[in-house]
């Protein structure tokens, strides 16, 4: 029941496989908010093991886990979270981090989403006084989502978590995305969230589950969790449904990850010999492709409109820029075909314009 | 293990299942999930509301309720022990940022007279805090299932509205109230702003909830619910879940209710029990009771869990997964537990 035959908009909009749905359908359940499910327990349990954490909650959504964790960490309303601009708790979270977390975003312009340790050095020395915020929280994305899916070296989220700690300021990571990161670098899950204080991961995305986020970190963090998840509404009863599902994408969704990473690449490469395209190739990572248009006559609102007509959903971020995300539903055929209507996109304004 | 510590803990029934995992689904957070616009359209329908939002959680339905029909600072009128209050003070505190202005009716029941006691127990100046809310509850938990008489709904609406002041009703175990009193889930969605109801409690599915009213405060609720992070991807299993509870489930509480009361005869059967029958209005039967903790200790040895409400008193709640002899047998283990340790309880009604 899609209303789009192809859709690139998101990865989050995948439909659970019939496997998935029934190892669903035979899940043990038990009551969420008093600790009492057990297919709830278990994936915490191996989320905890994955990350090397000591303790992990099951949310609802990666956005709730974020909003937790900034109230966790914040300790004062004003304090402030620094964030590349393009972070989606600050582009696409309505007004979480001031009306739920009651802190300031402190943005960063970063490369792709990617900071470094020189552009937040400054507001992390920062003198403490009376009079200013307080830096609490660096909060970076694994991929960056709306910086084109890149992914956060190493060594580059090592430096960041060591400064940010050597002055009693927190990190967090939206890790959203963090297993294309995994499965593109080998680096493990736990290797990344080493130096975090509070880590999430997602499985509504690329590991093709219907819901679900779990947030982890230590036994205290975790403890203080639980308060915000009650207050925000995501105490459930009977979750195990969902949590079987988020199991089931851990066990068989990673592996399925490497191949819409090729169908990403691909996709772009076609996308780069289009004659209104502007594609660095080099900046497909992950599973995200965001690209720039100059179309004679049509703006990239224009372009996503035309491919709508034809069942193809993708994102036009502003007037010149689209982005596309590939995903576990998505088939060859659906890349030969986004490519063969937007070659049709192309070629047929021009014609139009021979004539007119 | 006869667990009858709330309805919250029923599990969704194979038949349930299966109808799960057939689901139709789409992402919720572009509005696209067939499954939970069918859900939403049939509760639209089902309760004669413009509007209906599927969430998480009926705490987070409550948050949501408060925060799109206030401004921070802005007062909401509540009896002291529903929900919103009793368990909610902190979240409504911080998230909604609402003044709690409670009252503690006799009967837990908000009449206008109350409400017009809390109108006037401060000086209403604008630069002070402006009542804008009443919340209501039914069936009221905190008074152990009782139904909110229709009446009283219907004269504290009529007189919300003209002090200028919203109503919601927590309908959390509305559907209870409803086949107890025969009164349509749209008449008393009628008397209500806004009302929520609850699919994971009697009704037996896993989860959710649904807010209901106009289209203008659902549209406000929406923004609300990114911000508590309760915009989320295929929740159509979930809708499909609470689709097939609301259609085939309601008119079973009707048996919890007779099995509560049937329980509530058996334990005015031991002597030493002494409890309001006629207090047994839905599926809960509340006993009070000294050393309630041992007392529930030794119920659960024998295999009968029991909820702790506060100290002293404890309750019995009845749900889906209960049967007629797990209440003869919950009686008996009361029963013995009781003669077993006499001279160490006591109870009253």
Known sequence: ?356 | MIDLRSDTVTKPSDEMRAYMVEAPVGDDAYGEDGSVNRLQDYCKELFQKEDALFVTSGMMANRLAFLSQTNPGDEVITDYTYHVNFFDSAPMAFIAKVVMNTWHTPDGILRPQHIEEALQSKQRYDYFAQPKLVSLENSINGWAGKIFPFEDIKAVYNFAKQNGLSVHLDGARLFNAHVETGISLSEYASYADTLSVCFSKGLGAPYGSMLMGSREIINKARRFRIWLGGGVHQAGIQAAAAYYAVTHHIDSLKRDHELAKYLAQMLLDIPEVSLNYDAVETNMVQITVDNSDTFMDQCAKQGLLLFPWVPGVVRAVIHRHITRNDIEKAAAIIRNVIQANEQKYKFAG
């Open chain 1, 1 to 356: 029941m899609k209303k789009y035959k192809i859709d690139l908009f998101s990865d989050t909009n995948t439909n659970p496989s019939p496997e998935m749905r029934r190892v669903m359908c035979e899940a043990e359940v038990g009551n969420e908010v008093a600790g009492e499910d057990p297919t709830v327990n278990k994936l915490l349990e191996k989320v905890c093991e994955l990350l090397g954490k000591e303790a992990a909650v099951f949310l609802p959504s990666g956005t709730m886990c974020n909003g937790i964790a900034y109230r966790v960490l914040c300790k004062r309303p004003g304090d402030l979270i620094i964030l590349d601009r393009t972070a989606h708790p600050v582009t696409k979270s309505s007004g979480l981090i001031s009306g739920l977390a009651q802190a300031q975003p402190y943005l960063i312009k970063g490369d792709r989403g990617i900071f470094t340790t020189k552009q937040i050095e400054s507001i992390i020395t920062a003198p403490r006084g009376y009079n200013v915020s307080y830096p609490r929280v660096v909060s970076i994305e694994q991929t960056t989502n709306f910086g084109g899916g890149a992914i956060w070296p190493l060594e580059t989220i090592e430096e960041v978590c060591s400064l940010a700690h050597s002055h009693e300021v927190a990190t967090h990571m939206d890790g959203a995305r963090l297993f294309n990161a995994v499965v593109e670098t080998g680096i493990t899950a736990a290797q990344y969230a080493k130096t975090f204080d509070s880590i999430w991961i997602d499985f509504s995305k690329s590991l093709g589950a219907p819901m679900g986020a779990v947030l982890a970190g230590s036994n205290s963090f975790i403890d203080e969790a639980w308060y915000y998840k009650f207050q925000q509404g995501g105490g459930l009863h009977q979750a195990g449904i969902l949590a079987a599902a988020c199991l089931y994408g851990l066990d068989h969704n990673i592996q399925k990850i490497p191949q819409f990473h090729d169908h990403a690449k691909r996709l772009a490469e076609h996308l780069s010999e289009l004659s209104y395209t502007i594609v660095d190739l080099s900046t497909v990572e992950t599973n995200v492709i965001i690209f720039e248009t100059n179309h004679p006559s049509y703006s990239a609102f224009d372009i996503a409109r035309c491919l709508a007509e034809k069942s193809i959903r993708v994102l036009a971020i502003d007037k010149n820029h689209l982005r596309m995300m590939t995903h576990l539903d998505l088939t060859e055929e659906d890349i030969e075909e986004i490519i063969s209507v937007m070659r049709e996109i192309g070629e047929h304004e021009i014609r139009k314009k021979a004539v007119g």
